[in-house]
């Protein structure tokens, strides 16, 4: 049972780090009106498929020896994620 209970800590806690900074970008995604670029509707929608299930994996392999590898992954998807539509918005004026 501790197990089932660690795994559901891990799970909520990758979603949360994952969830927020990914949902601020959305915000800032539709704010520049990315949305509406139709050749970035590919790459958002791997990234929100990346976001949606990387935390259940995260949780799954994120303990013991692999938890820093985890988490280092967990704040590589959260930067790039808060990066991307600056980024992406620079790309799409340019282009």
Known sequence: MGAV???VVRLVGYAL??????????YFWIRASLDQVDTLQ?????????ATVAPF???IFGFGAL?????FIAMYIAGAALTAPFALARLAATG
């Open 17 to 26: 780090l994952i969830g927020i900074p990914v949902r601020i970008a959305e």
């Open 57 to 59: 994996v995260l949780a």
């Open 42 to 50: 590919a790459p958002h929608a791997l990234a929100t498929l990346t």
């Open 67 to 71: 938890r820093n590898v985890a988490m």
């Open 5 to 7: 209970i660690a795994f």
